[in-house]
């Protein structure tokens, strides 16, 4: 337990970075939330290599959080309720190896909580979920324009009418972090 003490960070794949960067700005204890790739084999991938699907990358979200404030487990439950971890390669309109459900983690501590969660959010959708669980290789920064993209374009179509009613399934509209 004391190796999730310290200030932690948690990688997540959930389909689209922007949905995922969104709940977890909401979430107390985070302190800051950035979109990008990993899970891949190129080295500095683009959105626009990593859209073709063959990089093997996922977008993906790095989690920076404070765990005396918020702990593993609890990130953990909000990935699997934020989406459908039981498809494979989709979320919704997003299809493609991009969109895959995963989870990134630095340390044994946190593979096997991962597993554990895995198997709870199974057992609760009651059907096989399909989250990749793997050590985090190499994290890329995606460009600018998609860091923040919720806050900075909550107008946009895909805003409105998936990242919107997403945080209202999961109670999290408004803008303060839970």
Known sequence: MSELRQPGRVFFGGGCFWCMEAVFQRVGGVQRVVSGYAGGSMKNPTYEQVSTGITGHAEVVRVEYDPEVVDFDRLLEIFFAAHDPTTLHRQGADVGPQYRSIILYE???????????????????????????????????????????FRKHPANGYCSFVIRPKLKKLGMENEAAL
């Open 107 to 149: 340390n044994e501590i946190q593979a096997a909580r991962a597993r554990d969660a895995a198997r709870r959010a199974e057992e609760r959708y009651g059907k096989p979920v399909v989250t990749e669980i793997h050590p985090l290789d190499e994290f890329y920064e995606a460009e600018p324009y998609h860091q923040d993209y």
